[in-house]
């Protein structure tokens, strides 16, 4: 039998504060996580993610999906121009 659909908005995540270990580049930046799901074997995660301006060193080691309801994100891969997501 295969595991059954997740509804996001049938879930009630709790907010977990600040659980990004990310380097801080610049500003005070602080993130909320609303995790809805994550599989039995945690590679994959499904939620809300909210963050304040600021600036991170990230290093992607997994592909993500991003949907953005507000705001817009800045990647800029060493080396590459800066790609703007809203």
């Not at 939620?47 to 990230?58: A, F």
Request: contains cysteine; aromatic residues 10%.
């Amino acid at each position: 039998m295969s595991t059954p659909i997740t509804v996001l908005r049938n879930t009630h995540p709790l907010p977990l504060l600040d659980a990004c270990k990310w380097e801080k580049l610049e500003g005070d930046p602080h993130t909320v996580n609303l995790n809805a799901y994550t599989s039995e074997d945690g590679s994959k995660i499904m939620g809300t993610w909210i963050c304040t301006p600021g600036k991170w060193r990230v290093d992607y080691v997994k592909w993500e999906y991003c949907h953005f309801q507000e705001g817009y994100c800045i990647i800029t891969p060493d080396g590459m121009a800066p790609i703007h997501l809203r």
